[in-house]
């Protein structure tokens, strides 16, 4: 073995501050790390949302999600105003006043996306507006303190979770933006930046490529099965994957009882569940690779039926 010295350098008063100060700041990996319950730690992904309190739910109101029917049931969408207000706003404008009645997902790429809207781009919202600013990414004064999971993870400086979104950010945490994890719920556009507004789509995987090039501004709480089954091609005398109706669930609560609760990202319990995410516990596993992908963790959702 080859034992390689080196002559000790002499390092200013200035240098050692900083590098002291260097050693003691925590990135937002291991803060998040550095949050978790004991009380968990050991316990496989399941265990953890079993035992986790109702505190560690959140209740997604009505007015924040999004029934999209299709032809082979419903699919509920949460909402992201925090990250994407225009949009939430612009398409439940859309939707109250019955944009997408007669129109279709047309647009089926497999492992890709399927796409709904106005195909024909003939149809003008009299409430809502054809095309919005995009919403590419929230940039704050301020860093946005986010549940982090990864320093780097290729697509860009940090990643992690935001009141129950995938989101990544800036090295400085002030440009947050959601990311195209499976079951997102984006805008689609043109070359323009600006010409997205009406014509919306799902992610059927992770596409992390599109992130900062559309406005992500919600994801699927339940339904992306009725996504993937819908038809790849036209059929003979047959609608194309019809949209039977979008609207805002709280428009319609009286006659749909459906409501959801999102597992709280920003608690120490889900902090638990990333860690477990990292270095599966249970005894079937021979390695362990702590890290783990922020499309790899889906955060949990509860249905129940509301009064």
């Avoid at 010295?5 to 900083?18: C, D, E, N, Q, V």
């Avoid at 009406?198 to 992130?211: H, I, N, P």
């Avoid at 091609?233 to 994957?241: A, E, H, R, S, T």
Wanted: net charge neutral.
């Amino acid at each position: 073995m080859t034992i390689i010295t080196r002559k000790p350098t002499r390092l200013s008063m200035a240098a050692m501050l900083l590098l002291t100060l260097t050693a003691c700041q925590s990135s937002p990996e291991q803060a998040s790390t550095d949050k978790v319950s004991s009380a968990l730690t050991g316990l496989a992904p399941a265990d953890i949302i079993a035992q986790a309190s109702e505190t560690e739910w959140r209740t997604v109101e009505p007015e924040h999600i999004l029934k999209i029917t299709l032809p082979g049931g419903p699919v509920y969408v949460e909402l992201n105003p925090e990250l994407a207000p225009g949009h939430v706003s612009n398409i439940k404008a859309l939707a109250r006043e019955g944009f997408y009645q007669g129109l279709s997902i047309y647009r089926f790429v497999e492992g890709f996306v399927a796409q709904g809207g106005d195909q024909s781009d003939e149809k003008r919202p009299v409430n809502g507006k054809k095309t919005i600013p995009g919403e590419f990414y929230l940039e704050t004064a301020k860093p946005l303190e986010i549940t982090g999971l990864n320093l780097v993870d290729g697509y860009a400086p940090r990643s992690g979770f935001l009141h129950g979104f995938a989101v990544a950010q800036n090295d400085e945490g002030t440009r947050t933006w959601q990311t195209h994890c499976p079951g997102a719920f984006a805008m689609a556009r043109q070359n323009d930046a600006d010409s997205g507004g009406t014509e919306f789509y799902f992610t059927l995987s992770g596409q992390r490529y599109l992130d900062l090039n559309t406005t992500v501004f919600g994801r699927v709480l339940a339904g992306m099965e009725h996504v993937q089954r819908l038809h790849r091609q036209p059929q003979v005398n047959l609608p194309f994957n019809p949209i039977l109706a979008v609207e805002v669930l709280a428009d319609i609560e009286k006659t749909d009882k459906q409501r959801f609760r999102v597992f709280n990202t920003e608690s120490r319990a889900f902090r638990a569940l990333i860690a477990a995410r990292k270095n599966r516990p249970e005894a079937w596993f021979l390695h362990q690779a702590n890290h783990t992908d922020v499309c790899a963790i889906n955060v949990p959702v509860q249905a129940f039926t509301g009064d």
